[in-house]
Each structure stands twice: as structure tokens, then as C-alpha cells.
């Protein structure tokens, strides 16, 4: 028997160490040590999570969350952490709707692009067709035959919602509302909006102008991410044009519980609200439309904002450079390879995760050499009642050569005689 026949004598087998969530005092590469410790033997990583006692059925209202059915006044609904992308709450999200007023956002995401590409200048003045004066539902007031500067047409479009100041707005840019509108199409399309369609820059009511909770919610993550700056105009609460004081009409705005986004209504559509609201580092992105009145409206929005934050948390597992675990190697030059992610990991938890999440690494154990650095190796897998169900990638943190022929016979040899 030669050496190169025995060096096959251990075929990697998969293995995966279980990090009980019970196990977890802390966060990051220190908890899955610790948990680690405390692990008394490897177990199969995929062991499905024991199934909760049955209750029952939702209601015909409820939303999907991940700590069961719950109940909303929505016709549709979409709730997301910012940071992890992590749903919190869907009903029909991905059903096109009216989305009324809440088109803004798209028109607003164009504005701040011609901005930010100098196309388009704050203090510039654009003029007033008779069209934009004679728009009916929420306007600004803007003069017939006027001039007003961008910044206020800005202030008119999200503070007000004004449908006046979104077309001098379109017709400014592209030279006309039709134009324009062909820019938003094209913009949800690179987006990824799939299940939005737009017909004018206001939201006005029109059988094919659609848009869906998530991609609402998608295009307001994309405008506070890309559009810093512009930002800060969904935060105020109250403007003067033309004489006029005018208020935000979002109401979680008002009462200091969100930083923007937009509201909307309309027959078809019912009440709606996109809402971010950012506590202690963390921020929620919140769609909900087809509400009955404008006080469900409030209280709906207000009560789903505050479940949103006091039911969840943001976990850090491990920082980019962190060992999440070091697992041995098969005839290597060293004995084994640390595990990382290459990337920070934060995911949204139920509040009640240390009593309920399973967290394991797997990988095929041992890994044979050579192992290349940044080479996938292992996986972090997550599942428990109410915990995300997912698996993350580990890499290779290291280089590991191969051993020389002479060193493999002395390892396979080792390996048979030591077990």
C-alpha cells in the first residue's frame, strides 16, 4: 500500500457545530466562542426547529410576520429593517395597487438625480404652465405664468403634496409630463421596481398607474441611501409659499415618530402611508395603503412603527475580519484554517432570540488542502421560531498548502495508528 493510497483513508464528512442561542450571552465573534465551549458534541446543522403549538387560523385581516399572523387594518402592507433587509410584516406586498401620493417618490428620486448630476440647480426658477396651475387635488398654489424656484417646488412636492409643483417640476426637466413620466418607467425598471407602472408624475388616479408595497418601500430605501442630502425636506414639518402655511401631512412625521417619507390617497387606493423611522442606529422602512379612513391611517401607522421596534432587534453575529470557528485540515501544512465572513453580519431578530435561535457553522470536516484564502468553505446557518431562516457563507481566512508527499505519509500514517 502506498502512501497516495493511504492519504484517502479519511473522506471529509460533514459535520456542523451547533451554537444554541440559549448559549449566547454576547454578540459577535465572542458569543459563537463562547458557544462553542459550550457545545458539547457536533450536530447535524440542519435539524429542523420544533414546530410551535398550533393556534387558531388568522383572520382574513392578518399580515404574515415572523412571530406569527397579525392582524392590520392594510389592505396592503410592508415593513422592512433598513440595515439586514429583513421583512417584518407582509400583506400582498408584492400585489400592484393605487399607490396615490406615494408616487411622489419616483418623481422626487428623478428631481434629486438631475440635482446631484448639476442637470438641475436648487436656486434655479422654473415657469408655471396653465396645466400644473389648473392641476386639481393637494397643490402648493403655485402663480399661472410664474416662475418658482426648485427648492420650493421641492418643499411643495413632499412637504404638501402638491400636484401642481410636481408638473412644473416635470415639465421643467423633461419638457413635459409625458416626457417625464418615461423617465420614472425607466428608473423603476433599473431599479427593480417589477411591479410598478407609471402614467404622471402625481399619483392621480389612472387604471394603469400601479405600484406594489415592496417597491415603494425598495424606492424609498434607494432615495435614503442615494439622496442624503435631499433628505432632510421629509423631515420638516411645516413650510410658507405664497402666503400659505402649509403642513406635512405625514403623520408620524408630525408627531416626531419618522423622518419622511410621503402619504396618499385616493378612492381606489384608500389611505396610505410610506414612513422611515431611524432609533438608536437602526431605521424601519414602513408601506402600508388601502386603510379606511384617515384616523386608521394614524393609529395604524403609529401602532405598526412602534411593534416594529419594540418586537425586533438588530444582531451583530461577527465583524468582517472575525474566526467565527477554526475547522481542521486534511493534509495540510497547517492544522487547520480559520472561518470568516468577509463581511460585517447583522440580522434582524425577534427580541425572544437567545431562547429560541439555532445558530451552526457546517463544512466538510476536514477540509483537504490545498485551501486558497476567500474561498467558500463552510456555512453559518440560522433557523429557530421566528429567527430568519438563512445561510451565510464562510470563507477561507487563510492560505493552507498542501503537505509534500513525505509529510502526507507521516499524517495518513498518524491518522490510522493514533485513530
Same mark, same amino acid.
Given at each position: 500500500?502506498?502512501?497516495?493510497?493511504?492519504?484517502?483513508?479519511?473522506?471529509?464528512?460533514?459535520?456542523? &457545530?451547533?451554537?444554541?442561542?440559549?448559549?449566547?450571552?454576547?454578540?459577535?465573534?465572542?458569543?459563537?466562542?463562547?458557544?462553542?465551549?459550550?457545545?458539547?458534541?457536533?450536530? #447535524?446543522?440542519?435539524?429542523?426547529?420544533?414546530?410551535?403549538?398550533?393556534?387558531?387560523?388568522?383572520?382574513?385581516?392578518?399580515?404574515?410576520?415572523?412571530?406569527?399572523?397579525?392582524?392590520?387594518?392594510?389592505?396592503?402592507?410592508?415593513?422592512?429593517?433598513?440595515?439586514? =433587509?429583513?421583512?417584518?410584516?407582509?400583506?400582498? @406586498?408584492?400585489?400592484?395597487?393605487?399607490?396615490?401620493?406615494?408616487?411622489?417618490?419616483?418623481?422626487?428620486?428623478?428631481?434629486?438625480?438631475?440635482?446631484?448630476?448639476?442637470?438641475?440647480?436648487?436656486?434655479?426658477?422654473?415657469?408655471?404652465?396653465?396645466?400644473?396651475?389648473?392641476?386639481?387635488?393637494?397643490?402648493?398654489?403655485?402663480? &399661472?405664468?410664474?416662475?418658482?424656484?426648485?427648492?420650493?417646488?421641492?418643499?411643495?412636492?413632499?412637504?404638501?403634496?402638491?400636484?401642481?409643483?410636481?408638473?412644473?417640476?416635470?415639465? =421643467?426637466? @423633461?419638457?413635459?409630463?409625458?416626457?417625464?413620466?418615461?423617465?420614472?418607467?425607466?428608473?423603476?425598471?433599473?431599479?427593480?421596481?417589477?411591479?410598478?407602472?407609471?402614467?404622471?408624475?402625481?399619483?392621480?388616479?389612472?387604471?394603469?398607474?400601479?405600484?406594489?408595497?415592496?417597491?415603494?418601500?425598495?424606492?424609498?430605501?434607494?432615495?435614503?441611501?442615494?439622496?442624503?442630502?435631499?433628505? #432632510?425636506?421629509?423631515?420638516?414639518?411645516?413650510?410658507?409659499?405664497?402666503?400659505?402655511?402649509?403642513?406635512?401631512?405625514?403623520?408620524?412625521?408630525?408627531?416626531?415618530?419618522?423622518?419622511?417619507?410621503?402619504?396618499?390617497?385616493?378612492?381606489?387606493?384608500?389611505?396610505?402611508?410610506?414612513?422611515?423611522?431611524?432609533?438608536?442606529?437602526?431605521?424601519?422602512?414602513?408601506?402600508?395603503?388601502?386603510?379606511?379612513?384617515?384616523?386608521?391611517?394614524?393609529?395604524?401607522?403609529?401602532?405598526?412603527?412602534?411593534?416594529?421596534?419594540?418586537?425586533?432587534?438588530?444582531?451583530?453575529?461577527?465583524?468582517?475580519?472575525?474566526?467565527?470557528?477554526?475547522?481542521?485540515?486534511?493534509?495540510?501544512?497547517?492544522?487547520?484554517?480559520?472561518?470568516?465572513?468577509?463581511?460585517?453580519?447583522?440580522?434582524?431578530?425577534?427580541?425572544?432570540?437567545?431562547? #429560541?435561535?439555532?445558530?451552526?457553522?457546517?463544512?466538510?470536516?476536514?477540509?483537504?488542502?490545498?485551501?486558497?484564502?476567500?474561498?467558500?468553505?463552510?456555512?453559518?446557518?440560522? @433557523?429557530?421560531?421566528?429567527?430568519?431562516?438563512?445561510?451565510?457563507?464562510?470563507?477561507?481566512?487563510?492560505?493552507?498548502?498542501?503537505?509534500?508527499?513525505?509529510?502526507?505519509?507521516?499524517?495518513?500514517?498518524?491518522?490510522?495508528?493514533?485513530?
Amino acid at each position: 500500500m502506498t502512501p497516495e493510497t493511504d492519504m484517502r483513508v479519511a473522506p471529509p464528512s460533514r459535520r456542523g &457545530l451547533l451554537l444554541s442561542g440559549v448559549a449566547i450571552a454576547g454578540l459577535g465573534a465572542t458569543c459563537l466562542g463562547a458557544a462553542r465551549e459550550a457545545a458539547a458534541a457536533p450536530r #447535524h446543522p440542519r435539524a429542523p426547529a420544533a414546530a410551535a403549538p398550533a393556534e387558531a387560523g388568522p383572520s382574513a385581516n392578518a399580515a404574515a410576520t415572523p412571530l406569527g399572523p397579525m392582524d392590520t387594518s392594510a389592505q396592503w402592507a410592508f415593513i422592512t429593517d433598513f440595515n439586514s =433587509g429583513a421583512t417584518l410584516l407582509d400583506k400582498q @406586498a408584492d400585489q400592484q395597487m393605487p399607490p396615490s401620493s406615494m408616487t411622489k417618490l419616483m418623481t422626487a428620486y428623478i428631481i434629486y438625480g438631475k440635482l446631484k448630476a448639476g442637470q438641475l440647480k436648487l436656486d434655479q426658477s422654473l415657469p408655471v404652465s396653465e396645466k400644473a396651475w389648473k392641476m386639481q387635488g393637494s397643490k402648493m398654489f403655485v402663480p &399661472l405664468g410664474g416662475q418658482v424656484v426648485v427648492e420650493e417646488l421641492i418643499r411643495g412636492m413632499i412637504i404638501q403634496s402638491g400636484n401642481d409643483a410636481c408638473i412644473v417640476l416635470a415639465e =421643467g426637466v @423633461a419638457g413635459s409630463e409625458e416626457q417625464f413620466v418615461e423617465l420614472m418607467n425607466a428608473k423603476a425598471k433599473e431599479l427593480g421596481l417589477t411591479r410598478s407602472h407609471f402614467e404622471n408624475s402625481t399619483g392621480w388616479p389612472s387604471q394603469n398607474h400601479t405600484m406594489s408595497a415592496r417597491d415603494i418601500a425598495t424606492l424609498a430605501q434607494s432615495l435614503i441611501t442615494n439622496f442624503p442630502e435631499y433628505y #432632510h425636506y421629509d423631515a420638516e414639518k411645516d413650510y410658507r409659499y405664497n402666503g400659505i402655511e402649509q403642513y406635512n401631512r405625514n403623520p408620524l412625521v408630525q408627531r416626531g415618530m419618522a423622518d419622511g417619507l410621503k402619504t396618499g390617497h385616493t378612492d381606489a387606493g384608500g389611505f396610505g402611508v410610506v414612513a422611515s423611522s431611524l432609533r438608536n442606529g437602526r431605521r424601519v422602512i414602513m408601506v402600508l395603503n388601502g386603510m379606511p379612513t384617515q384616523k386608521a391611517r394614524v393609529e395604524e401607522s403609529e401602532r405598526l412603527i412602534e411593534w416594529s421596534f419594540n418586537s425586533f432587534e438588530n444582531v451583530s453575529l461577527f465583524n468582517a475580519a472575525d474566526t467565527v470557528e477554526n475547522a481542521p485540515v486534511w493534509l495540510g501544512a497547517r492544522a487547520s484554517v480559520p472561518l470568516v465572513g468577509g463581511k460585517d453580519l447583522v440580522v434582524t431578530m425577534p427580541r425572544s432570540w437567545r431562547q #429560541h435561535a439555532q445558530i451552526s457553522v457546517a463544512y466538510d470536516s476536514p477540509i483537504p488542502a490545498p485551501v486558497s484564502k476567500g474561498a467558500v468553505v463552510a456555512h453559518l446557518v440560522l @433557523a429557530g421560531q421566528g429567527v430568519p431562516s438563512m445561510e451565510v457563507p464562510l470563507l477561507a481566512g487563510a492560505d493552507v498548502a498542501r503537505l509534500g508527499v513525505g509529510g502526507r505519509a507521516i499524517a495518513v500514517v498518524s491518522h490510522v495508528f493514533g485513530g
